[in-house]
């Protein structure tokens, strides 16, 4: 079985830590992760890095895995609903431009995310706040 | 001669890395992928932390091991320069946990097996230096600090002899100075 | 300066930091600098794994920071070891920042830190005279409601001695979250535009009206931590919070005094939820919506040391779910301002031509060089990045000098009483990450580590109280209390207590306190009044904990298995 390798920068911290994934892209599954040269990393990682990617195959140990959008559709407390992806981006849309038309555009707050999306989603979460709401209410959990 | 690992708690930050990379090379690469209760945690060698010092403890694979002499089940041999436990003859008398003056051994359950009160199997478990596992010692392997290292005789040697050195510096520093 | 080029600094004001729980791999570099004889000072209340391997441990007592580092700066100042030609070409503002610590001289500060003056004397002397110094600080500088003022106040030591400009010195945040660095660069802040660009700058505004297509506010925007002030508290309905839209974050577990998070939750109108896993802050939203995770999407991370490195698709995701970036330009173009993106690098594209310092770091560059460290501002191959700031002392001000700031000390806001004998402070776990919603799902980590976590106590603290090593206890503030493990330790003083805020059930943001810091706007988790309680029938703790664990399981949409508690 010939394992892909594929290189990536570990999420678990600020370090910036190089990782190199074997995959098996067949069974589309990672075989292990094994330390890259990275600037910062330089051949070593830490328990994170080895060991922190198994929570992609959704073993149900804390938490389960968000798979399918949902809506309470009953209003607050009432149960989650699963919905189509049109269903829940139409209503998050009209929902948002309801409050925007009612109270103004800084009466919606968003946040960016310091952990796994990445800059170019951050860059798009902002935009949409700034160009799209109108507001610049946004801001992440750095202080956190 | 045995060899053994060593810690350097100069050099170790306490992070464990070390015991899950004892595991997994122990129990194999599918835990990642099984059922999370279907396999056991069982590290050998542990973490210790003082006021002062931060080491991982673990068997020291001794010349003339007291766990070997205390086992009436003849579950402990010395092979491939190591001091092992055969598993599958070992009674679970902790004969062996009680004569090791270091604490490296410990009880632990195997899962999947069972014993004849139906529930899982424990038996003694230690650092076995990752007899035929490729690459030698994982703990080794996967430290971020290189704080662990496989002592072996050359090294001892080195060391011994860099000890003396020392050691004869030491005595006639007056006369060198 | 980099990470790298920690473990050739001479010597390494390490000040509130714990690397080696926080970030392993950069305690890494400071145990190599210590091999290759580098002088560590280590500023912490706790002994640390650094404390342990330092030359100097000043073990302060928590909330007096400030006071230790003007006391510092006194001795510098006062015993001739200041940098006279340096602060004289590159810096201003000296004479008015003598005036304020003029008063902090190492007597004082042991009144208040509880370091011997003589040790503060010998470490400011060691920090000033051993080149080059570098310092580096963590979360037990900024989650205080004094944060930024010893930011400064670490700043003037450096600035006073020199030690600006070249490799290995300077003064380095080490950040906590992986991408926090990224998400300030990428303008997820209130007050600016990618690229530290400010919204209150006409100039800026229009080159970013121009680009977007439409007018933006010249408002600064709300920070995170006074949503709950706006939704609670905010009485006209134009000001109020009414839509809160929360991607990648979990703050009904990760932010302070979690009672007053959950009641602000239930009382906004309307909560996305945007996430790749169900959290706590899911149990209160009105609509949730699944992104992929980190290893499903590409894009790009910025590390602590200003790095921009990639991130690639390993795996191939869940066919029902959509990256982030897509959800977001999906709302926004059904909300009526399009979006049409068809990769990150088009995003990323778009971004850096909007960002002078971010303008050079090309994909292409990434690839080639592994990692960019801005500024890098020529798309040349040749600009390869900036590994330290100020080089040759030229500061990013309007004159290119480097400014002096000292303030006064003041204590925390909430300190130990008749009621709350204790200090609290949250820390690191060092196998868990943030909310654990990744690392609490990865197997051999949780075997690890799991719930409910520990306190860490000083050993006579637990001797008197009759507290031995893995008892259940029972910890409370005025706000709210938890169930966690006791860990007697002689690492940390009597009267300090220390929790990870990586548990559910040991939360103890529960009991912490939401008082900010006035410029950043951080909260005081380092330092809380608390108490802590024997809890007699430790069988009945037990199987409570096991029940919480069940309970949280089963609102986590888990049916299966048994957990391993």
């Given amino acids: ?144 | 001669m045995n060899y053994f690992v060593k810690g350097n708690p100069d050099l170790c930050i306490g992070c464990r890395t070390c015991m899950i990379g004892c595991v997994v090379a122990h129990e194999g690469k599918h835990i990642f992928e099984v059922d999370p209760d279907s396999y056991t945690f069982n590290p050998r060698l542990h973490m210790v932390k003082t006021a002062k010092i931060s080491v991982p403890v673990q068997c020291k694979h001794c010349e003339n091991p007291a766990c070997m002499a205390a086992c009436p089940a003849g579950a402990i041999q010395m092979k491939d320069h190591a001091v092992i436990i055969d598993t599958s003859k070992c009674m679970g008398c902790k004969s062996c946990m009680d004569a090791c003056p270091f604490g490296a051994i410990d009880m632990v359950t195997e899962a999947g097996k069972f014993q004849a009160d139906g529930k899982e199997r424990v038996v003694a478990n230690k650092c076995d230096l990752c007899s035929g596992i490729p690459g030698g010692p994982a703990c080794v392997r996967v430290c971020p600090t290189a704080a662990l290292t496989l002592v072996k005789e050359d090294e001892l040697a080195d060391a011994m002899e860099k000890k003396r050195m020392e050691a004869a510096r030491n005595l006639f520093r007056d006369n060198q100075e | 300066m980099g990470i790298p080029e920690i473990e050739d600094a001479g010597c390494l004001l390490c000040f509130g930091y714990n690397g080696a729980d926080s970030h392993p791999i950069v305690a890494r570099r400071i145990v190599r600098g210590k091999q290759k004889g580098m002088k560590i000072i280590c500023v912490d209340p706790r002994v640390t794994e650094t404390a342990r391997i330092s030359d100097m441990h000043l073990q302060l007592k928590g909330g007096s920071n400030l006071a230790l580092v003007n006391a510092m700066a006194n001795v510098i100042w006062n015993e001739g070891l200041a940098d006279i030609k340096f602060i004289e070409e590159h810096t201003n503002g000296f004479d008015e920042f003598l005036k304020v610590i003029e008063k902090y001289t190492p007597e004082y500060a042991e009144t208040i830190s509880h370091v011997p003056a003589e040790e503060i004397r010998k470490a400011a002397r060691l920090y000033a005279t051993t080149k080059p110094a570098m310092i580096l600080y963590g979360m037990g500088v900024c989650q205080f409601t004094q944060a930024v003022d010893v930011v400064k106040g670490l700043a003037n030591l450096a600035l006073m001695t020199g030690n600006f400009g070249g490799p290995s010195m300077g003064i380095g945040p080490v950040r906590g979250q992986n991408n926090v660095q990224g998400a300030c660069d990428m303008g997820a802040l209130p007050n600016c535009y990618p690229g530290y660009q400010s919204v209150t700058d006409p100039e800026i505004r229009a080159k970013f009206e121009k680009a977007w297509g439409v007018p933006l506010s010249d408002k600064v925007g709300c920070a995170i931590t006074h949503v709950p002030h706006r939704v609670l508290e905010e009485k006209d309905e134009t000001k109020r919070i009414h839509a809160y839209y929360i991607f990648g974050e979990d703050p009904a577990q990760s932010d302070p005094d979690l009672a007053e998070i959950r009641e602000t939750l239930d009382k906004c109108d309307f909560v996305v939820m945007q996430d790749i896993y169900m959290n706590k802050t899911g149990l209160h939203a009105d609509v949730i919506l699944p992104s992929t995770a980190w290893g499903e999407h590409d894009g790009v991370y910025t590390c602590a040391d200003r790095g921009f490195q990639r991130i690639r698709k390993v795996i191939e995701p869940d066919p029902g779910l959509k990256t982030d970036w897509q959800i977001i330009q999906e709302i926004s173009t059904a909300m009526g301002y399009p979006m049409h993106y068809e990769n990150t690098e088009e995003i990323w594209n778009e971004m850096i031509d909007l960002c002078p310092s971010f303008k050079g770091a090309t994909y292409e560059k990434m690839e080639k060089y592994g990692s960019v460290q801005w500024p890098c501002r020529d798309k040349s191959m040749e600009d390869k990045g900036t590994p330290y700031l100020h080089k040759g002392g030229k500061f990013a001000t309007k004159d290119n000098r480097g400014v002096f700031y000292a303030t006064d000390w003041h204590p925390p806001m909430e300190l130990e009483n008749d009621e709350y004998p204790m200090s609290l402070s949250t820390v690191r776990e060092v196998g868990h990450y943030s909310v654990r919603t990744m690392t609490g799902n990865c197997r051999t980590l949780r075997n690890l580590e799991d719930e409910p976590g520990w306190v860490q106590m000083n050993t006579q603290d637990c001797e008197r109280m009759g507290l031995v090593k893995g008892e259940l206890v029972k910890i409370l503030s005025k706000r709210g209390y938890c169930i966690t493990r006791c860990l007697p330790t002689d690492r940390v003083k009597p009267g300090a207590t220390y929790m990870t805020y990586q548990w559910w059930i040991g939360a103890c943001n529960e009991l912490t306190n939401a008082k900010l810091d006035p410029i950043s706007n951080t909260p005081e988790y380092k330092y809380c009044a608390c108490r802590v309680e024997k809890i007699k029938d430790q069988e009945w703790a037990e199987n409570h904990v096991k029940e919480l664990y069940d309970e949280i399981r089963t609102q986590m949409g888990i049916t299966a298995g048994k957990g391993d508690h």
Avoid at chain 1, 18 to 33: G, S, T
Avoid at chain 1, 63 to 70: G, I, Y
Avoid at chain 1, 71 to 96: H, M, T
């Fill in chain 1, 1 to 144: 079985m010939a394992l892909k390798e594929i290189q990536s920068t570990c999420a678990y911290c600020g370090a910036g830590c190089q990782i190199l994934f074997r995959v098996d892209e067949a069974a589309n599954k990672i075989v292990e992760a094994v330390p890259a040269n990275g600037r910062t990393n330089a051949g070593t990682l830490c328990l994170k890095g080895h060991y922190g990617w198994d929570y992609l195959n959704d073993p149900q140990i804390l938490t389960k895995r968000l798979r399918k959008p949902m809506i309470r559709k009953g209003g607050k407390k009432s149960p989650l609903v699963e919905v189509s992806w049109e269903e829940a981006i139409q209503y998050v849309a009209d929902r948002l431009n309801e409050i925007k038309a009612k109270y103004g555009p800084d009466a919606i707050m968003g946040t960016g995310s310091a952990r796994g999306p990445g800059n170019e989603a951050n860059y798009l979460m902002q935009k949409f706040m700034r160009a799209c709401i109108g507001t610049n209410n946004v801001d992440h959990c750095a202080r956190i």
